[in-house]
Each structure stands twice: as C-alpha cells, then as structure tokens.
C-alpha cells in the first residue's frame, strides 16, 4: 500500500507524485541511492517548514487515524520515518524479539545524516507470563545495557529511546536500534550454493569472518559482564566494506554486570546449557552457548552436502567423518568446539583466545579486515 493511498493530504505542490512514489521504495533491504536522499531531505525540509509538523504525533490521539503520518519528530530535530513491519527472507524471520515488535526506521538527522533503523515496540503476544509493563522494562534494560558499548561496531548500537502512542489512550516507549542484514541462521540458512562454487572456500571464510567479529565484539562485553543469551538467533551480521559479512553481538535483555548472573530464564537452557548449571550464568556458559552456535552452523554445512552426495543411511556418517577431518580439523574448529563445551567450565578457553584462534584464521585465510575495525 502506498502513502499516496494512506496520506492523501500529502498530495500537494511540495510533496509531489514523484516524491511520493520515491519514498515509498525505502525498505533496509537496499541501500539508500542519493536521489532517495535528496528525497529524504526534501521531505524533511517540508515538514519542518509547513504547518503540517502538527501532524508529525506518531498516532496521536487527538488527530484522525487517517491523517497520521508513519514518522515522529525527537526533540533535537530529528525525526523517524516508519516503514512499516520488517520483512521476511525466504521463511526465516531476520529479526525477531520475545518480548518487542519490530519495524523498519530510517532515522534523518539534523546534520543530514540518514540511518537504517529498527523499532522495538514492547509486545506480549504468545507470552502468557509477560505483562506490557515488563516487556516495556525489558526494552528499558536493554537500551542501558547497549549505551556501555556505543560506538563497538561489532555490537548492536542503540540510536534513541522515545515515547510514542500506540492505540488512542495508551503510549509505549520506544528503543530504536541500528538495523543489520538479519540472523546467523538466515545467512547459512541454505550453504549448498556456497559449496558447490569453490568446494566450500567462500563458506569456510564466511563462517570465519563472522564469528571473528562476533567474538572481538564478545569479548568487549565480557570485559563488563555476562551476556546471557548467547544462540544462533541472537548472533546477528552486516556486510562489511570487503563484501565479508561480520558477526555483531545482539539481544542485551539477559546481560549483567559481573561474572555471572541468575537471569538464566531468558536463555535457550534446554538446548544451549550445559546439564551440570548451578543456578547461575557465568562468562563460561557463554562460550558453551557459543561453541554450540558454531557446531550447529558447522553440522549444518555438512548435513547440506552429505545429503546432496548420498541417499545411503550407511554411508551418510562416514562421509560426515571425513568432511569434519578434511575441512573442520584443518581450521582447528572441532577441537575448538570440543573445548568450548567442556562439561567444567574452567576448562573452556576464554572469549579472548577464542577471538585469538578466529584472528589467526582471517590472516591464514587472507580475509581483509573492514575500516571500521582498524578505527575501532
């Protein structure tokens, strides 16, 4: 659906049809083209020079439901554009939260500056626990949490914290994030492709240089506290300058100061938790949860090929053997892994030597690093 059809106010002498249809191709899908930008900014003058700024209350209540429009202006200038609920690649999800809706922003800055977003809205469909005021705090505790790792580029940043009205009466807070490409499972959802193109190369470098910058920003968190919830779906990537992709650390709502933390609730513990849990989270179940994480993505790249390569039950661990020998044990990632989940905690390697392994790798791999981590 089109502004056009939403906002047919809009239709004026200073928002023409062409404006119009420019912005309604603004997804985080693509990439921002300058005559997008000079679109954005255009808008944006009007706006703060019309009397229409009235309009700029994201649904407030006083103001027909038809004549609002999907943005809101912040108290420095700024202001908001919605776009709308975040889309789906293929059947996966690219980012999704237990306890917040997701929408696509694009932020327009003051100086000009335009950032992809996403907006957290606190939710509480399917959690029958969760009451709107917890999974508002929820979002609250996450928006702090993230504000003690501004600027890591390989941690989710966090943009602004605002209020915003969601029906006629009632308001939420808000926490917009930096928008990224999607989810680890997305990115090697399907790695057939990757394997048949240069005999798993790309993939192997792929999954290197992900969870190289996953772990550089792993170990910043584990210099304050434990990160709580560590699993595929909360390992999130952008692609970098180089064309690699690179992990970012996400979903701060089970972090907390120190070495351990009793908010074991919000973990995936059936899966990802060693059987021999105390009762607390420590740096240690980190690195357990996310030596998993790398074993499922390993396991996956070699279910993909022994199931394009044989139909026969006898065969198909024998051949899963030799591709963990021939590909996995060449990189040191199975004994890796195998430390990793040590069942006692003080034998598994830290977040630092961990990084230091994938570090080694990148230079043995020849993968070039991004600018943002030389400035970092």
């Known amino acids: 659906m089109s502004w056009a059809k939403i906002h047919p106010f809009l239709r004026n002498e200073a928002l023409d049809d062409e404006l119009i249809q420019e912005l309604n191709t603004l997804d985080l899908h693509n990439a921002i083209a300058s005559e997008q930008l000079n679109a954005l900014l255009s808008f944006r003058n009007y706006l703060l020079n019309t009397a229409s700024r009235e309009y700029a209350l994201q649904s407030h209540p006083k103001i027909p439901r038809e004549n609002c429009l999907p943005f809101v202006f912040l108290e420095n200038g700024d202001f ?108 090697f959802y399907n790695t057939l492709p990757l394997v048949l193109q240069d005999k798993g190369l790309q993939f192997i470098k792929q999954f290197i240089s992900v969870f190289f910058g996953y772990l550089r920003g792993l170990v910043a968190v584990h210099e304050k506290g434990v990160h709580g919830d560590v699993s595929p779906s909360n390992i999130f990537f952008k692609k970098t300058s180089t064309g690699f992709f690179q992990g970012v650390v996400s979903d701060f709502e089970g972090f907390a100061l120190g070495k351990k933390t009793e908010a074991r609730f919000l973990c995936n513990q059936e899966i990802l938790q060693p059987p021999d849990a105390d009762g607390f989270f420590t740096l240690e179940d980190d690195i357990f949860m996310l030596g998993t994480s790398i074993m499922l993505i390993r396991d996956r790249f070699i279910f993909q090929v022994v199931q394009r390569m044989t139909h026969d039950e006898k065969k198909v661990e024998e051949i899963a053997q030799q591709m963990r020998d021939k590909i996995f044990n060449l990189i040191g990632v199975n004994e890796l892994i195998e430390a990793m989940r040590d069942s006692k905690r003080e034998n598994r390697p830290t977040a630092q030597q961990v990084f230091k392994h994938f570090q080694d790798l990148m230079g043995k791999f020849n993968i070039p690093y991004d600018l943002d981590f030389l400035s970092s």
């Open 80 to 187: 908001i554009l919605n776009l709308g609920s975040r889309k789906k690649v293929g059947d996966k999800i690219e980012i999704e939260g237990s306890s917040k809706k997701v929408f696509e922003v694009i932020v327009i800055h003051e100086n000009k500056k335009v950032e992809h977003g996403i907006e957290l809205v606190p939710s509480i469909h399917e959690i029958s626990t969760m009451t709107f005021e917890n999974a508002q705090n929820y979002l609250l505790y996450e928006f702090y949490n993230l504000r003690m790792f501004r600027g890591h580029p390989n941690i989710v940043q966090s943009l602004f914290l605002y209020q915003k009205y969601i029906n006629e009466n009632e308001t939420a807070i808000v926490h917009i994030e930096h928008a990224y490409e999607g989810g680890l499972v997305a990115l």
